[in-house]
């Protein structure tokens, strides 16, 4: 399987490298590197057909999140098991035959973890504290929670409108009192248009059950895990450019997946 490097350089005190690949099935997972398809510009220009199966994905990393083919739902990969929330925030387990145009995961190994309250901008500021001079964190979070407001889309058959389209009809629900797991990362704003800047993260319910892209929360009490990552490696499908770290469209961003 050939590897093409197509761009390889520091931003923000993270290694970047874009690859374009011809099969993914000899890479695997290493420490502090996380492994990324496709982009979240690419998304947003309607490049919803899957590249990367699954269980590729997980070859690469035990923590993470996503879509899939077809923009499926809200994905998840929690100790390296995967969970996709339907539009309804309904839970499945899907085959590992799967395809993403659009996950990022990392092996979970945290350089720290603390016990937390509090809500959402609270949680951030304080993970923002904990990982203050280091460019990518990997995030996870359990406990109980006050209120999750979580949203998912709809399934898209083609021709695919853009995501901006395709997020208004996005469905936006809630859990209170729950238990569950949050996952996700935070990226710096350098990256802006290859990934969500800021926090992007992804919740599932103990009884792995009810789960969605997270909006807004209140934790109630609970541990916080963050990993570092200082390498990204961009795996883009045929016909998929990385376009320009930092440039991308971030009022767009914001409005259809969140982050700062
Ligand atoms: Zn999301």
Do not use: W
Not at 108 to 128: I, N, V
Not at 137 to 147: A, Y
Not at 230 to 250: N, T, W
């Amino acid at each position: 399987m050939s590897r093409h490097v197509l761009d390889d350089r520091m931003i923000a005190g993270l290694h970047l490298v874009a690859l374009r690949t011809s099969g993914h099935d000899h890479d695997v997972a290493h420490a502090h590197v996380a492994a990324q398809v496709g982009t979240i510009g690419s998304l947003l220009d309607a490049n919803y057909d899957g590249s990367m199966t699954l269980s590729e994905l997980v070859a690469r990393g035990d923590l993470g999140i996503g879509t899939t083919n077809g923009l499926g739902g809200e994905l998840l990969v929690v100790d390296g098991a995967v969970f996709l929330a339907d539009a309804d925030g309904v839970i499945s387990i899907p085959q590992f035959s799967e395809t993403t145009p659009f996950a990022v995961v990392c092996p979970e190994d945290p350089f720290t973890q603390f016990s937390a309250s509090g809500t959402r901008s609270d949680l951030e500021a304080r993970m923002s504290n904990e990982g203050s001079g280091r460019s990518v964190l990997g995030i996870r979070i359990e406990g109980t929670f006050d209120v999750v407001s979580l949203r998912s889309v709809e399934r898209q058959t083609k021709p695919y409108p853009p995501l901006a389209e395709a997020v208004k009809d996005q469905h936006m629900f809630s859990c209170e009192n729950v238990v569950g797991t949050i996952v996700g990362f935070c990226f710096p704003d350098a990256l802006a248009g290859i990934e969500v800047p800021g926090f992007h993260l992804h919740f599932i319910n103990a009884e792995r059950s009810r789960g969605g892209h997270v909006m807004e929360y209140v934790l109630r009490q609970g541990t916080v895990s963050l990993t570092e990552v200082d390498d990204l490696h961009v795996e883009l499908p045929a016909g998929v450019d990385l376009g320009i770290p930092g440039e991308g469209d971030r009022a767009t961003i914001r409005a259809v997946e969140g982050g700062k």
